[in-house]
């Protein structure tokens, strides 16, 4: 249903313990209510999400979080300020309402408040804390569209707000800011540059090879079903069966089953915020395989390039 007015309903499912895919700036999420676990556990259950991957939890102001978790650090305050709403997932303590199975065990909780009008509203009239990860088959490419959703969960959700494409495309940046320096846990859509601007050097050290300190770092993570390969280097001929999702240009060799590109005046944003999209389409061509051509390692290019190799690891 049209995610604006669909609201009261989605938030009353919510309420009594049901799912709900909903937008935000970054993709869509499949919410529960981070106060029940047994709803919580339908996430995991809808999304055949391993029980060690923790979740996200969705807050509909940012005045809201002293009165989940208490006294908020002065680092965490800052960046709070600076950038909620926003794509920017931030790692606190774990306050004893939010039931154990959110945070797969973890004594820390990671919390963010969505820049995306209709998710806040849909928060608000549901007066709880909202978990939701990614709407889609756990380790699949996120979707951006409601009929991504609609296409990987199916009847596992029970209600879907359509608010079309979502703006910026790529999930939230994942920032622990608790030490003495701020860490990035994962990169998103929010640039580390921002980051170093607003509170100075921060350390990035995103991916996970065991237990998940944040959501979405796994080595092996947002891969199409059709096998994806990074171009290295100057691609070899299409043969006719392949895929190619472009930076800027199309491949000179007009061998390509399918071309996707991102973005011809090279304006990163807009790469990401087509980046799923484009991959969606490419895994519904009956290609044998996708060629991805990395992008400019700089501002949000560093997260596109990390959702391609973590694609690819799926792979190889």
Not at 67 to 91: Q, S, Y
Not at 101 to 112: H, P, Q, Y
Not at 245 to 274: H, I, K, M, Q
């Amino acid at each position: 249903m049209p995610a604006d007015s669909g609201i009261a309903e989605a938030a009353s499912v919510l309420r009594a313990g049901g799912l709900v895919a909903f937008p935000t700036e970054t993709v869509y999420g499949l919410g529960a209510n981070a106060l029940d676990a047994e709803a919580a556990a339908r996430i995991f259950a809808a999304k055949a999400r391993p029980s060690f991957d923790p979740l996200i939890s969705h807050l509909a102001d940012a005045a809201d979080l002293p009165g989940l978790v208490g006294e908020v650090p002065p680092a965490v305050a800052a960046l709070v300020e600076r950038f909620w709403p926003g794509p920017l997932t931030l790692i606190v303590d774990r306050p004893a309402a939010i039931p154990p199975i959110v945070t797969s065990g973890l004594d820390t909780m990671a919390v963010r408040v969505p820049d995306e009008p209709s998710a806040r509203a849909l928060i608000a009239a549901a007066g709880v804390p909202v978990a939701a990860p990614s709407a889609n088959r756990f380790g699949q490419l996120s979707p951006t569209r409601a009929e991504h959703v609609v296409a990987g969960l199916g009847d596992a959700v029970d209600v879907v707000l359509d608010g079309g494409p979502t703006r910026c495309g790529i999930e939230s940046t994942i920032v622990d800011a608790r030490g003495e320096r701020p860490v990035v846990l994962r990169l998103g859509a929010l640039p580390v540059e921002a980051l170093v601007e607003a509170v100075g050097p921060v350390e990035v050290r995103p991916g996970s090879s065991g237990q998940p300190v944040a959501p979405g770092t796994l080595a092996a993570h947002y891969a199409p079903r059709t096998p994806l390969r990074l171009a290295t280097a100057e691609p070899a001929p299409g043969d006719g069966r392949r895929g190619f999702l472009a930076f800027r240009e199309r491949p000179a060799d007009g061998g390509w089953a399918a071309v996707e590109v991102l973005s011809p005046d090279g304006d990163l944003t807009l790469a990401a915020a087509r980046l799923f999209d484009a991959l969606h389409r490419l895994d519904a061509a009956a290609v044998t395989e996708i060629v991805a051509e990395p992008v400019p390692e700089v501002g949000v290019g560093r997260a596109i390039n990390d959702r391609l190799r973590r694609a690819a690891a799926t792979w190889h």
